[in-house]
């Protein structure tokens, strides 16, 4: 290889050298939910130089996010995060590749995973959590699971032989809806552990199976070693995650409380043509927005209401039963 002063400082690094720039320009990273953890986690990949990145997400990006989802700036506001943190990206290293996609991840589209030779879980649901947990035992992919809330949060590689989620985390670990506080400061902290952790998985380095903990504001960072639990699920080959239909059209997204109705595929310009009757429709790669509802292509629809009801009324209105 020759010299390359963007990476200069870090194949300086004996734990990189030349030899570790050239794997980690080879390597195709997944990152699933572009939020507080995501954008920093994509950033410190690209700026290190693994060659090939996917960005998942399905939302947009609102003001309040803007404390901490550090790849977007007003200018952003009502845009497809996924897109938005491409285009930025892009801009921060343009000898990548660098992909997106907004979509729900959901058991129909998880193969966009399958040629990622690791997956980041930087979203904020258990749902999609022990999606990413079957589908990757089930295909011995590694992946690192993340989790910030308050002033704390958490990092672990789950390696194809190691534990998995379900063996420390139940499905009974029922999330509430309650919408708490988190510390800019360590959502970017938790990011850079669990990028670090990905630089090294990459490198086919040592991580261990140990789930770390971090509290900031205290100043504590514990060290947790994992085993594997007797008749976890997921260990047992039963990937019942990756078999589940969603339950319902209506699903709240519990961090905005915003709701997402899963709608049949709709021509966006028709509908555009008749919003803009209406009011001003603000447009991006693959949605729409207008007023308290983003339409995708795919027919998918994130609605600010009250309650699914509301939720279920503002869509048949604006699109249609
Ligand atoms: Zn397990």
């Given amino acids: 290889?020759?010299?390359?002063?963007?990476?200069?400082?870090?194949?300086?690094?004996?734990?990189?050298?030349?030899?570790?720039?050239?794997?980690?320009?080879n390597k195709k990273v997944a990152i699933v939910g572009i939020g507080a953890l995501g954008t920093v986690a994509?950033?410190?990949?690209?700026?290190?130089?693994?060659?090939?990145?996917?960005?998942?997400?399905?939302?947009?990006?609102?003001?309040?996010?803007?404390?901490?989802?550090?790849?977007?700036?007003?200018?952003?506001?009502?845009?497809?995060?996924?897109?938005?943190?491409?285009?930025?990206?892009?801009?921060?290293?343009?000898?990548?590749?660098?992909?997106?996609?907004?979509?729900?991840?959901?058991?129909?589209?998880?193969?966009?995973?399958?040629?990622?030779?690791?997956?980041?879980?930087?979203?904020?649901?258990?749902?999609?959590?022990?999606?990413?947990?079957?589908?990757?035992?089930?295909?011995?992919?590694?992946?690192?699971?993340?989790?910030?809330?308050?002033?704390?949060?958490?990092?672990?590689?789950?390696?194809?032989?190691?534990?998995?989620?379900?063996?420390?985390?139940?499905?009974s670990n029922q999330e509430t809806c309650d919408t708490v506080g988190v510390l800019n400061t360590i959502t970017v902290s938790i990011a850079s552990l669990q990028a670090t952790v990905a630089l090294k998985m990459l490198l086919g380095k040592e991580t261990g199976l140990i789930l770390y903990h971090y509290d900031i504001w205290n100043q504590n960072f514990k060290k947790l070693n994992i085993k594997k639990k007797e008749n976890c699920p997921t260990c047992s080959g039963i990937f019942s995650h990756l078999e589940k239909k969603e339950t319902s059209k209506y699903i709240r997204f519990c961090s905005t409380g915003k709701y997402q109705v899963l709608g049949p595929k709709v021509d966006l310009q028709e509908i555009k043509k008749r919003w803009e009757k209406i009011g001003a429709v603000a447009e991006d790669t693959t949605s729409l927005q207008f007023q308290n509802i983003t339409l995708f292509d795919d027919g998918r629809a994130l609605i600010n209401a009250q309650s699914a009801e509301e939720a279920e009324a503002i869509y048949s209105k604006m699109v249609g039963n």
């Fill in 1 to 25: 290889m020759h010299n390359h002063p963007r990476y200069s400082r870090q194949i300086l690094l004996q734990e990189i050298g030349k030899e570790g720039q050239v794997i980690l320009q």
């Fill in 42 to 171: 994509a950033e410190l990949l690209a700026r290190a130089g693994v060659g090939n990145l996917l960005l998942i997400d399905r939302d947009v990006v609102e003001q309040s996010n803007l404390q901490r989802q550090t790849l977007f700036d007003e200018k952003d506001i009502g845009k497809n995060k996924a897109t938005a943190a491409e285009k930025r990206i892009k801009e921060i290293n343009s000898e990548i590749n660098v992909e997106s996609l907004t979509v729900h991840l959901s058991p129909k589209n998880i193969e966009t995973l399958q040629n990622a030779d690791l997956i980041l879980d930087c979203t904020d649901n258990l749902q999609t959590r022990f999606l990413i947990n079957d589908y990757c035992r089930k295909e011995k992919k590694p992946w690192i699971y993340a989790a910030a809330i308050k002033t704390s949060g958490y990092v672990m590689p789950v390696l194809p032989y190691g534990p998995c989620l379900q063996c420390f985390l139940y499905e």
